[in-house]
C-alpha cells in the first residue's frame, strides 16, 4: 500500500482520482470470486449488457436499509481503504471516506461485464457521497470519462481513459461525480491503449501486457464501494415482510 494516496494520484483528471495497482492479494481476489459465484443464484440481476448484485439490498427512494454489510465484503477491503491516508501532513485520520455521512462505504455493488459488453456513460447520481471506490476482478477494462455538451446530451468521445486491473482499486471523487458521465465501451478489444491516452498508465502493474496499444477483454468483475447518504431506519427484516 502507499503511505498516501498522493503518491497514487492520477494526473491530468479535472478532480482529484486514485489508482492502486495491487489493493488486494491475488488470494484475497480468489476469496472475493468463490463468494460471489456462490451467492444464491436470486442475487443476481440480469441486465442486458452485464449482471450485478447488490449488497446488502437494493435502495428505495435512494435510502438504504439499515443491515449491514456481509464480513466477506467489509474485510479487508474497507479497514484497508481507511488505513490509507489522502495525504501525510494531513494525518492518519484523513482518509478518502473522512468526509462522508458514515465514515466509511455502507453499500457495495458488484458488476460483471462479459467481452462485448459494458454500461453506457452516466452519472450515478444523488444517492450516495460523491466518492466511488471501485476494486477489479479478473480481467482488465477501461472506465471512460465523458463531459457534456452545451444542450446537456454526452459527448460522443470519451475526454479521458482510466485503465483498471485485476485487483486494482481505483477511486473518484467530486467533480467526476457531479459533472462528468462514466462509462464501458461494449467492445471484445480495446485498441490505441499508451501513455497519450491512458491517463493512469504510470500507474499500471502492467503496462508490457498491452501489445501495439491492444488489448483484449475478458470477464471482468467489480466491486463498487459508496457511501449512501439516507440509511432507512425501519429494518431490513420488517421491510422483506412488505
Ligand atoms: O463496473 C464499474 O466499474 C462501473 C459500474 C458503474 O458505473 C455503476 O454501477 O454505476
Ligand atoms: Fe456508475
Redesign the pocket.
Known amino acids: 500500500m502507499p503511505a498516501s494516496l498522493e503518491e497514487v494520484r492520477i494526473n491530468g483528471l479535472p478532480s482529484f482520482a486514485y489508482y492502486i495497482a495491487d489493493f488486494i492479494s491475488k488470494e484475497e481476489e480468489q476469496v472475493l470470486l468463490d463468494k460471489i459465484e456462490t451467492s444464491p443464484k436470486p442475487r443476481w440481476k440480469q441486465l442486458s449488457r452485464r449482471r450485478?448484485q447488490t449488497w446488502p439490498s437494493d435502495l428505495h427512494k435512494d435510502a438504504l436499509l439499515g443491515s449491514p454489510l456481509p464480513k466477506w465484503l467489509t474485510e479487508p477491503i474497507i479497514p484497508r481503504l481507511l488505513s490509507c491516508p489522502i495525504s501525510v501532513e494531513g494525518g492518519h485520520d484523513h482518509h478518502i471516506f473522512g468526509d462522508s455521512p458514515h465514515g466509511q462505504p455502507n453499500h457495495v455493488?458488484i458488476?460483471e461485464?462479459l467481452p462485448g459488453q459494458g454500461?453506457m456513460p452516466?452519472k450515478?447520481g444523488p444517492a450516495y457521497h460523491p466518492v466511488v471506490c471501485?476494486v477489479?476482478l479478473r480481467a482488465s477494462?477501461c472506465?471512460d470519462i465523458y463531459g457534456s455538451k452545451e444542450d446537456g446530451a454526452t459527448e460522443e468521445d470519451p475526454r479521458w481513459r482510466v485503465l483498471?486491473e485485476p485487483r486494482s482499486l481505483l477511486i473518484t471523487t467530486g467533480d467526476l461525480y457531479t459533472e462528468y458521465l462514466?462509462?464501458?465501451q461494449e467492445v471484445k478489444e480495446y485498441t490505441n491503449l499508451g501513455p497519450s491516452t491512458i491517463c493512469n498508465w504510470d500507474l499500471l502493474r502492467s503496462p508490457h501486457n498491452i501489445i501495439d496499444g491492444r488489448l483484449e477483454r475478458h470477464t471482468r468483475t467489480?466491486l463498487?464501494y459508496r457511501d449512501v447518504l439516507k440509511v432507512s431506519r425501519l429494518s431490513a427484516k420488517l421491510m422483506g415482510k412488505r
Open positions: 450485478l455493488l458488476n461485464y454500461i452516466h450515478d471501485t477489479s477494462l472506465l483498471q462514466h462509462g464501458i467489480s463498487t
